[in-house]
């Protein structure tokens, strides 16, 4: 089992930075993806940024150029760092991990709150 604890969550005004951060604990051996996830209120779970090992990150088309991901494998965990934020990033973030032992596993942490308001 893989454990995901998300911090860095809050209320920001719009053109504002906060910084997301997650840590993986437990059976981490083998991750394979690691990245975020959101889910706005009656909207579905989307996308937001995603690095598999040994690959380059891959964003949303409605974040690139404001939010940048970052894995550091020797410490488990995985941070977005978000700029530029527009009232239409409000959300619940998701750390994401995936894992092939000995089929697919995928992981998420419990959210953390991203509001972005006057």
């Known amino acids: 089992q893989v454990q995901l604890v998300e911090s860095g969550g809050g209320l920001v005004q719009p053109g504002g930075s906060l910084r997301l951060s997650c840590v993986a604990s437990?059976?981490?051996?083998?991750?394979?993806?690691m990245g975020w996830y959101r889910q706005a209120p009656g909207k579905q779970r989307e996308l937001v940024a995603i690095?598999?090992?040994?690959?380059?990150?891959n964003y949303v088309d409605s974040v690139k150029g404001r939010f940048t991901i970052s894995r550091d494998n020797a410490k488990n965990t995985v941070s977005l760092q978000m700029s530029s934020l527009k009232p239409e990033d409000t959300a619940v973030y998701y750390c994401y991990a995936d894992k092939f032992s000995p089929t697919w596993n995928i992981y998420w942490g419990q959210g953390t709150q991203v509001t972005v308001s006057d």
């Open positions: 437990g059976t981490i051996f083998g991750i394979n993806a």
């Open positions: 690095i598999a090992s040994g690959s380059s990150a």
